[in-house]
T-cell receptor, first 112, second 114 residues
Framework: DGGITQSPKYLFRKEGQNVTLSCEQN?????MYWYRQDPGQGLRLIYY???????QKGDIAEGYSVSREKKESFPLTVTSAQKNPTAFYLC???????????FGPGTRLTVL | AQSVAQPEDQVNVAEGNPLTVKCTYS??????LFWYVQYPNRGLQFLLK??????LVKGSYGFEAEFNKSQTSFHLKKPSALVSDSALYFC????????????FGTGTRLTVIP
């Protein structure tokens, strides 16, 4: 997990509220990613960013939004449009899109 | 389309015995293949990868994996299992054409029995 931090570790929110998950890296990596992990389903890509001020939708982007204003930071907002937001969210980064991805410790979001 | 199959949800092995966690893949071109390990409520830790070259790849913590192109497999192995190896293991694949997704399998839970 070294070099990539995610906060908070646990997050509880009421249904209908937007929530923002933080991801910061000090590895000087250009590319960053957000994944969602559900039991028995592996990891699914939400959004990725190849470079500052650029990001692309992954396989399950609906109900999520991101920004990449700084190289070190790639926050993920889970909006009220996301129908089933309770999950474990993982951020990752890599030197470039084809390089090995390294993961943060994750944020467990529970919507009540 | 890319896909990864980890046919075993659960693998149990006695401490000191060799372990194998299976992975097969499907990509349109040559694959990049990865193994990651996840401990409870933690992020994924990179173990090893195959890009090109020698089919036997050595990685962290004594793990290795063998790329078999004809069988489209990339099984993870370790000669002698430790109780501390108990965790969830993920295989992942990307093709070398520049497609952006790293596609993950559903994971295999390894339990090493003392």
């Amino acid at each position: 997990d070294g070099g990539i931090t995610q906060s908070p570790k646990y997050l509880f929110r009421k249904e209908g509220q937007n929530v923002t998950l933080s991801c910061e890296q000090n590895l000087n990596h250009d590319a960053m990613y957000w994944y969602r992990q559900d039991p028995g389903q592996g990891l699914r890509l939400i959004y990725y960013s190849q470079i500052v001020n650029d990001f692309q939708k992954g396989d399950i982007a609906e109900g999520y939004s991101v920004s990449r204003e700084k190289k070190e930071s790639f926050p993920l907002t889970v909006t009220s449009a996301q129908k089933n937001p309770t999950a474990f969210y993982l951020c990752a980064s890599s030197i470039g899109l084809l390089d090995t991805q390294y993961f943060g410790p994750g944020t467990r979001l529970t919507v009540l | 389309a890319q896909s990864v199959a980890q046919p075993e949800d659960q693998v149990n092995v006695a401490e000191g015995n060799p372990l194998t966690v299976k992975c097969t893949y499907s990509v349109s071109g040559n694959p990049y293949l990865f193994w990651y390990v996840q401990y409870p409520n933690r992020g994924l830790q990179f173990l090893l990868k195959y890009i090109t070259g020698d089919n036997l790849v050595k990685g962290s913590y004594g793990f290795e994996a063998e790329f078999n192109k004809s069988q489209t497999s990339f099984h993870l192995k370790k000669p002698s299992a430790l109780v501390s190896d108990s965790a969830l293991y993920f295989c992942a694949v990307r093709d070398q054409t520049g497609a952006n997704n790293l596609f993950f399998g559903t994971g295999t839970r390894l339990t090493v029995i003392p």
